[in-house]
């Protein structure tokens, strides 16, 4: 600590000390008033020798020990004098003073923690605890210390500020924001403190909330250097990294060693998964703070964004037709620095039907199997996106090329449009796999965020069927952020779901000629911690087909937890069912469950 936090922390621990009457011999006080140290101390001991009990005596001793500038020995008296009077608070204060001045932290603090304990309602004593607690650091302590100060000083505004500090460094957001948030209601023109609420609300994934902040930024100080600043590093990692990067490049070249603007550009390239500028952009980071805390957590998400992985996923599948589906898809992912993937992997999908249920083999046959090897390929140019996949898969009757190619294009922040042709087995039961039938499927894709707090996804999928059939799909998805908190987010929204066949046949999978599904939905995602998550998807409507004209509820639910969100291992396990809702070999429930353990390299 400096010498004027150590000023600063013997001002806040400075009171005034009370003790029964003591005989203090007099020739020591004669020695005090005539400056002779040293000589008054030596009385004191001797005396000390007779009556080793006397607290005052002892916290004389420890005065003269600090006008000597003998730390140690203050300390030392004044663990004498608590031994004699351990329920005096203004002692262990004083013995929170002497440990502070030797840049002892830890001791200083459970010092002003005694006093704390015997006099609770002491403001000044929770202050330096406090104070204390904030240099250590244990954030814990200072929260509660400010939030008992303000308790008894509610009309101090600046204690607010000082909680909201110390909770936003703790890594308690919540907390933080709720008291930021008291002290602009009383001070709305600090335009610093804008800032930092905006900083909070960002790191608890609020970014809506984080603008509006920096825009009573604004307001109040300009688009000056800090606005353009803390708002590119909230577009960033809000989605909006074409925007961030338009607001950092000309303050790069200004400042093309600035650690934060830095970091921000490394978070929005890889954002835009641009492997070769977000390395070196990263590269960057690290050579200019290579053991901060903010470094370890940008080389985490470049590594979770953009690492190559292996993944031995393994699935399980049932439903109330009685169908069973056991698949396993191991897979290997090479991330290149320009921006291209190369995968490998495998399917395995053992099915089984009961007989009678219609989904058995035409023959009777309970079981049937599907395998396919598969290699893929996927570039990154700018805005657009190549990928494809080729693979040969088999059944038991026969086998083929089955393929998908694809482009997506990303013409602006939160817009992205994505189609696809694909080819290979229709693999939806038994039957469908017994009887050998392909499809070959169009897809197109629309992810759009309006705002940074809404999305809207939309699917559209057409299907042809060897056996002479035609399926389409089509399925809008809306939805809001209704909460950004430290350990929860949550959306709210819609589902509108609409499927078809051209012809109704008997070959093992379900082909009406319409069917609807209309559903609320919610999002809740708990943030357990950095590296673990758990997401729910949750959805209840109405239903119908074309053979059932009256609507009747359906819904799902599915869950998915995450450990090692950035770490180098990750594992995935998620389950889900659907109720009263058709599916697609015709199943009006079932459930699902899948493991995935993933290396990141």
Not at 35 to 51: C, K, M, P
Not at 137 to 149: I, K, N, T, V
Not at 155 to 182: I, K, Q, T
Not at 311 to 337: E, H, K, M, W
Request: with cysteine.
């Amino acid at each position: 600590m400096t010498t004027r936090a150590l000023v600063a922390v013997v001002v806040v621990l400075c009171a005034v000390n009370t003790f029964a009457q003591s005989a203090i011999p007099a020739e020591g006080l004669a020695a005090e008033q005539a400056g002779n140290w040293a000589q008054a101390r030596d009385i004191y001991e001797a005396s000390l020798e007779r009556e080793p009990h006397d607290a005052a005596l002892w916290a004389r001793v420890a005065d003269i020990e600090a006008h000597l500038g003998n730390l140690e020995g203050n300390v030392a008296a004044l663990r004498h004098a608590i031994d004699e009077a351990p329920n005096d608070a203004t002692l262990h204060q004083r013995l929170s003073q002497g440990y502070a001045l030797l840049g002892q932290p830890s001791a200083a603090l459970e010092a002003i923690e005694r006093a704390v304990a015997l006099s609770p309602s002491s403001v000044d004593f929770l202050r330096a605890r406090a104070t204390l607690a904030t240099w250590l650091p244990d954030y814990g302590r200072a929260q509660d210390s400010y939030r008992r100060l303000l308790q008894l000083q509610p009309e101090n505004h600046e204690l607010a500020l000082s909680l909201a500090r110390v909770s936003a460094w703790g890594g308690r957001s919540d907390a933080a924001v709720d008291a930021y948030r008291r002290y602009l209601q009383h001070e709305p023109g600090a335009a610093a403190v804008w800032i930092e609420l905006a900083r909070t609300e960002g790191w608890r994934g609020n970014y809506g909330a984080a603008l509006a902040a920096l825009d009573q930024y604004r307001q109040l100080a300009g688009p000056d250097g800090a606005f353009a600043r803390e708002s590119a590093a909230v577009l960033a990692r809000a989605g909006r990294p074409d925007k961030a990067l338009d607001t950092l490049q000309p303050m790069l070249r200004q400042q093309p060693d600035d650690y934060e603007l830095n970091l921000t550009r490394t978070i929005a390239l890889t954002m835009q998964r641009r492997s070769r500028e977000a390395a070196n952009a990263l590269e960057a980071v690290q050579r200019l703070q290579p053991d901060a805390r903010d470094t370890h957590e940008a080389e985490r998400v470049v590594r979770a964004t953009m690492a190559s992985a292996a993944d031995p996923g393994v699935s399980v599948y049932g439903d109330s037709s009685g169908l069973s589906v056991q698949r396993v898809t191991p897979r290997a992912t090479i991330a290149l620095a320009t921006g291209t993937s190369l995968a490998a992997g495998s399917t395995h999908e053992m099915l089984t039907a009961p007989i009678g249920s219609g989904l058995e083999q035409v023959g009777g046959n309970p079981d049937a199997r599907h395998d396919q090897l598969w290699v893929s390929a996927e570039q990154q140019a700018g805005v657009f996106n190549l990928r494809g996949r080729v693979g040969q898969s088999r059944v038991a009757t026969r086998s083929l090329t089955a393929y998908a190619i694809g482009a997506g294009v990303a013409p602006f922040d939160g817009l992205k449009f994505s189609v696809e042709r694909s080819f290979g087995f229709f693999v939806m039961s038994p039957r469908t796999v017994g009887l050998g039938l392909d499809v070959v499927g169009h897809r197109g894709q629309v992810d759009w965020s309006p705002t940074i707090g809404s999305h809207v996804a939309v699917d559209v999928l057409h299907q042809s069927l060897s056996d002479g059939n035609r399926r389409w799909e089509f399925t809008v998805a809306p939805r809001r952020s209704f909460a950004r908190t430290e350990r929860l987010n949550l959306d709210l929204g819609v589902v509108v779901s609409q499927m078809g066949t051209t012809r109704n046949l008997d070959n093992g999978y379900y082909d009406p000629q319409r069917y609807e599904y209309y559903a609320a939905a919610a999002y809740p995602y708990f943030k357990v911690r950095e590296s673990i998550g758990l997401g729910l998807s949750l959805a209840a409507g109405v239903q119908r087909d074309d053979l059932s004209p009256t609507f009747r509820f359906g819904g799902n639910a599915t869950a998915e937890a995450t450990f090692g969100i950035y770490d180098p291992w990750g594992l995935k396990v998620s389950g889900g069912g659907i109720f009263n809702q058709r599916l697609g070999n015709g199943a009006f429930s079932g459930y699902g469950a899948s493991v995935s353990v993933i290396r990141r390299f």
